[in-house]
């Protein structure tokens, strides 16, 4: 229960710093009976973090699940939208680039290798044992990480008026596109134009 609502107050949308005071108005009870459970806040933050990428955890498992048997740019396609929404969702880039605890910040680095980066490096090893990959799997890791991470917290959406995830969308099969090899299955010169973004006729010069 105190995990819980520490959750919703640490992750609701335009939270600023919640307090343990404000963590005991929202529970109805004292900060005397929360330290019982949790001896700091940290402790109490380590807790809704590991609640948290649990929750990341499965649903990534679920995308893995789903795309299963599609061509092999779906599953990247699925497993990488997946991700995106679900750390937009905890706020993990602000989380690893805040000024809070350094500890936690660090823990969130690690939980967010652990459970999005290393399956993202495994599926694109994946890929390359198959042949699929023209360019090596790390290049590809590197490439769709920073994209990922910099969506994120990037005002390009809001400049765009898109959503993260159609631009990260976009990003992926650009990418996507352009590593694996044409002759795979499902990816032809026609989709890559359908991707990439053409000029509006009124802004094309005579």
């Known amino acids: 229960m105190i995990v819980e609502a520490a959750g919703r107050l640490f992750f609701a949308p335009g939270s600023v710093r919640v307090s343990m005071d404000d963590l005991a108005r929202e529970l109805g009870m004292s900060k005397k009976t929360i330290y019982r459970h949790f ?27 789903d795309a299963q048997g599609q061509p092999f740019g779906a599953r990247v396609q699925r497993f990488l939208l997946a991700a995106g929404s679900e750390l937009g969702r905890i706020g993990a ?5 805040g000024r809070g605890d ?76 352009g590593a694996i090899r044409p002759a795979h299955p499902g990816i032809g010169d026609e989709q890559l134009e359908a991707v990439i973004p053409t000029a509006r006729d009124e802004e094309v010069g005579p």
Not at 41 to 48: D, E, I, T
Not at 111 to 117: K, L, P, S, T
């Open 102 to 177: 350094a500890v936690l910040r660090q823990y969130v680095e690690q939980r967010v290798d652990a459970v999005v980066y290393r399956r993202l490096d495994e599926l694109f090893r994946d890929g390359h044992r198959q042949g699929l990959l023209s360019a090596p799997p790390e290049l590809l890791s590197e490439i769709t990480r920073g994209a990922l991470e910099r969506l994120l917290t990037s005002r390009l959406p809001r400049e765009l008026d898109r959503t993260a995830a159609d631009l990260l969308r976009a990003g992926v099969d650009t990418v996507l596109y």
């Open 39 to 65: 001896p700091d806040k940290r402790s109490l933050l380590a807790a809704v973090l590991d609640r948290q990428f649990a929750a990341v955890e499965r649903t990534l498992a679920a995308a893995a699940q």
């Open 93 to 97: 880039a602000q989380l690893t680039a």
